[in-house]
Nanobody
Framework: VQVVESGGGLVQAGGSLRLSCAAA????????MAWYRQAPDNQREFVAA???????NYADFVKDRFTLSRDNAKNTMYLQMNSLKPEDTAVYYC?????????????????WGQGTQVTVSP
């Protein structure tokens, strides 16, 4: 398992949750890390991403509510979700995308976690 999510659960609307995604150092240090989510009967959609250098990008529907960060010392990414809404209910997936460089060879990778359920009740 390359990436492992944790921190999902059930929360009332307006509440908060923090998701974590851990990866092996060899992967984390070479990855742009991201969160995606998929609600029932919907396609998987982008939530937020953070580059190796710490630059972040958010989907419009989570701006000013979610905060993404990465702790390179712990090889872990965090998604702080505040002011949660019922429409945020979904399975949240962690993604690690980057490349290994071995000699002159570049080996791209794109890893997905198993997902963690977030349920927001009205």
């Amino acid at each position: 398992v390359q990436v492992v999510e944790s921190g999902g659960g059930l929360v009332q609307a307006g509440g908060s949750l923090r998701l974590s995604c851990a990866a092996a150092e060899s992967t984390f240090s070479r990855s742009t890390m991201a969160w995606y989510r998929q609600a029932p009967d919907n396609q998987r959609e982008f939530v937020a991403a953070v580059t190796i250098g710490g630059d972040t990008n958010y989907a419009d529907f989570v701006k000013d509510r979610f905060t993404l960060s990465r702790d390179n010392a712990k090889n872990t990414m965090y998604l702080q979700m505040n002011s949660l809404k019922p429409e945020d209910t979904a399975v949240y997936y962690c993604n690690a995308k980057g490349e290994y460089i071995i000699g002159r060879n570049r080996l791209p990778f794109d890893y997905w976690g198993q997902g963690t359920q977030v349920t927001v009740s009205p």
